[in-house]
């Protein structure tokens, strides 16, 4: 577990502990409930992991899921979901007023744009390749000419973007979009975190997830700006979530028992 401080931590106590009093405790459900719901959004797709989550019969299903009711429980309210097809959707809408807490990559980018807590999830981001494809490492795939998707306006995107200097990389909305396209030979490659590409390698025969790594994906808590007792809450929900075992649960019931809890705690 790597350990990162947390600026003006003196002041984030401090308002962690005035959430004991009854009237705090109003105030800061006013502020991160403010419809009377805790409204999580999530990004939906069948990729599963630690940040997508999964449409079901009942509902939705995924590590994000598991937390967000976790955190309603805490707090006294119902929980509702709000599904965005990728994390980039979800950014574009933290400033719009839908949704009051989500868990999501971040990058410099949003930081600008959302407010961060505690990582809960590392992942090495890579590259699977098409069926029968000739390409077996970051070399020989960065030329001109080759094909690259990813999840449009996202940590991922951009860092493919940066990472190759002569193959093209395309943004499109959905993981299922992209995943059709690779099944098809429509495109060369798509960057994504390896966990989750080994899983589509198992899918889609003839596949190769390439052995290095061009960048970490860090995971995270996350609330609207300018709202600090929402973002108290959350980094002391998920700094518990970690130590007591609710995040372990949640990748356990998500088909992630094998999944190692990489985190950076505040």
Known sequence: MFNQPLPGMAGLV??????????????????????????????????????????????????????????????????????HNNS?????????????????????????RMSFGPIYEVADATYIVKPGSPVTNFATLDQPGIKVAAVNNTTTMRGAIAHLKNAKVTGYQTYDEIFGLLKGGGIDAFALSRDQLNA????????????????????????????????????KFLNEAIANGTLRKAYDNNGLKDRPVRTQTK
Request: glycine share 10%; aromatic share 6%.
């Open 88 to 112: 980039g959707q979800i950014v574009d809408a933290a400033s719009k007023g839908t949704w009051d807490i989500t868990f999501l990559p971040k990058d410099p980018e949003r930081e600008g």
């Open 14 to 83: 401090l308002g962690i502990a005035m959430m004991m009093t009854p009237a705090a405790a109003d105030a800061l459900k006013d502020e991160i409930a403010p419809t009377g719901k805790l409204r999580v959004a999530i990004a939906i797709s069948p990729a599963g992991g630690a940040f997508w989550s999964t449409k079901t019969e009942t509902g939705f299903a995924g590590v994000p899921v598991d937390l967000g009711k976790a955190m309603a429980e805490q707090l006294g309210v119902p929980v509702e979901y709000v599904a």
């Open 200 to 235: 589509m390698a198992t899918q889609i025969p003839g596949t190769r997830v390439l052995d290095e790594t061009f960048k970490q994906t860090v995971t995270a808590v996350a609330v609207p700006l300018d709202r600090p007792n929402s973002l108290a809450f959350a980094v």
